[in-house]
């Protein structure tokens, strides 16, 4: 996932740095249309069916063509370009582009989709991200084992022909096929790579706007360049693109100021000095970073006083004022604002979900808090709520952990205690410790795949345990069961399925909403028509950077 960078210098030192920057911007930028930028990490992984974390996300946007793409706000044809949908919204039929091809010179068809796909729910690739496929035809059975996944409804009964058959109506399913989880895979590549496949740049074949180049797999930057075959290359406009991980904000400052990154992402005091500076502006995201919780290596995380206490001991908006300083919101429910809303009101949906008094779960309220707390510890028969807090080694998770631990030994009264410790490890470990259940309680971010509260949502239930912890609640998952089922095609009563899910949620805490993303930019004044998708990532198709 994403990650934050850390405030590491004094204030004086930061105003230093970037006293300037507003002569040197629209002087030393990469030009001749090479964009040179930054991003938090290394790159996790280049296989469709593998990832998780945005970084890889977004090399795989810049370099995959999937059936469609988020161009701004609007879903527009990639592969795609028509698509009929039956009278029971079960079956789509996807009619390919001719012509499409792959960097090795293949046509991309149809049977690299269905391929692909099913690639996804075999077990035996472990896909992170298969439980997205639940919905097409057979795919809950084969992801648990008890079909072939030769049997998953997909088809292609021609070359540029491609037919999806869905168990019930999916109302976003279009959107859905923007994530990379849905590109097409070719397979005589993976046949021929094996278990090597996407291990290095050489071992993969793209089809998207940009070619990935001499990438090895643990490289801290690596280089993009125009793919001429891509069908919409003649309104790809940059010849290059450049990625640099970097980890500080004083070193992103001075990439940038000395020309050297057309854009950097800082956060903490250098956000707050580079106010007013040319190039500053701040990216408004539906990201959300939340807590989860383990209770089955802390029982204690269990019971739902214990959790609610310790959200309402957390005062988010000095949180965000003294760890992050980015234009970040305070979250206040498991959804984020400003990403789903009522067809027929026009509703924020997580605005809705806090009527009712459900606002005071994330609500800073010591008292009430230590209270709970009190009466949570006494139920589970325990004085001390000991746990291990898992941080990646960014500097901003690291203090992000330590303001958590002042924060909830706030909790502790006389005869109760909190004792919170602390364990970093590197962000490919971090993914995976997470995924396997090696913590007690972490922070973990998520931004939505498609703008729909579901994508948060159905995250939560218990036949998806990577992202909650270990909480679940059989009501919730009818819930969810309904707005996906019976009332997939009744625009209100699935709205009002996914309220009464956002709810129970954020009443029983089943994870802590943190804060919700705002990030801050600074980018020279010649980069032009970088779009921020509502599938959370950046498009790079018709930008350009003289």
């Known amino acids: 996932m994403l990650k934050r960078l850390a405030k590491i210098a004094s204030a004086f030192s930061i105003t230093l740095l970037l006293a300037g920057c507003g002569q040197q911007s629209s002087s030393k930028t990469s030009g001749n249309n090479t964009y040179k ?17 945005a970084v890889s996300g977004q090399t795989l946007t810049d370099t995959m063509a999937g059936l469609y ?45 269905v391929f692909a796909w099913q690639r996804v729910v075999d077990p035996a690739t472990k896909s992170p991200y298969a439980f997205i496929m639940s919905g097409i035809k057979n795919a809950d059975a084969i992801t648990a084992g008890k079909m072939a996944a030769s049997q998953l409804g997909v088809k292609a009964p021609d070359k540029y022909t491609f037919v999806v058959s869905l168990d019930q109506p999916i109302p976003y399913f279009k959107s859905m096929t923007c994530l990379q989880t849905f590109d097409p895979v070719e397979k005589k590549a993976v046949e021929k790579y094996g278990k090597n496949f996407a291990k290095t740049s050489a071992q993969l074949t793209f089809n998207g706007p940009f070619i990935l180049k001499n990438w090895k797999g643990t490289d801290d930057s690596w280089v993009e360049v125009k793919n001429l075959n891509y069908w919409n290359a003649k309104n790809v406009h940059l010849k290059k693109i450049t990625y640099q991980a970097v980890k500080e904000n004083s070193t992103a400052v001075n990439l940038y100021k000395s020309g050297k990154l057309d854009d950097v992402s800082v956060t903490g005091q250098t956000a707050e000095a580079a106010k007013g500076q040319s190039g500053y502006h701040v990216i408004k995201q539906p990201w959300e970073t939340y807590l989860r919780m383990n209770s089955q290596a802390v029982p204690a995380f269990g019971n739902t006083k214990v959790r609610q206490a310790l959200s309402m001991a957390i005062n988010r908006k000095a949180f965000i004022n003294k760890v992050l300083g980015d234009g970040s919101t305070p979250a206040t429910s498991a959804v984020t604002t400003n990403l789903f809303y009522n067809a027929k009101t026009g509703a924020d949906f997580a605005k809705e979900s806090l009527k009712g008094g459900y606002a005071q779960y994330t609500t800073y309220n010591l008292k009430k808090a230590r209270k709970l707390f009190k009466q949570g510890m006494a139920e589970v028969g325990q004085k001390t709520l000991n746990f291990t807090f898992l941080a990646n080694d960014t500097p901003a998770a690291k203090e992000t952990a330590e303001y958590l631990q002042g924060t909830f030994q706030n909790l502790s009264t006389t005869g109760i205690k909190v004792k919170m410790t602390i364990k970093t490890v590197p962000q490919k470990s971090w993914l995976q410790m997470g995924t396997t259940h090696q913590y007690g309680m972490m922070a973990s971010i998520w931004g939505p795949d498609y703008p729909d509260a579901e994508n948060f949502l159905t995250r939560y239930t218990s036949s998806v345990s990577n992202f909650s912890g270990s909480w679940s609640s059989q009501q919730y998952d009818q819930y969810m069961a309904n707005a996906a089922g019976k009332n997939a095609t009744k625009p209100q009563a699935r709205w009002n399925d996914l309220l009464k899910a956002n709810r129970l949620i954020t009443k029983e805490q089943g994870i802590i909403p943190l804060y919700q993303w705002g990030t801050v930019h600074l980018t020279k004044p010649s980069v032009k028509g970088v779009e921020y998708t509502p599938n959370s990532l950046f498009q790079y198709i018709g930008a350009t950077n003289k």
């Open 37 to 53: 930028t930054m991003t938090s990490d290394i790159i996790a992984t280049m296989d469709p069916a593998q990832f998780t974390d």
């Open 69 to 113: 793409r988020y161009k701004g706000n609007k879903l527009t044809s990639d592969l795609a370009v028509k698509t009929d949908v039956s009278a029971d919204q079960k079956t789509y039929t996807f009619h390919l582009r001719h012509g499409s091809k792959w960097s090795d010179g293949t046509d991309v068809t149809a049977a690299d989709f």
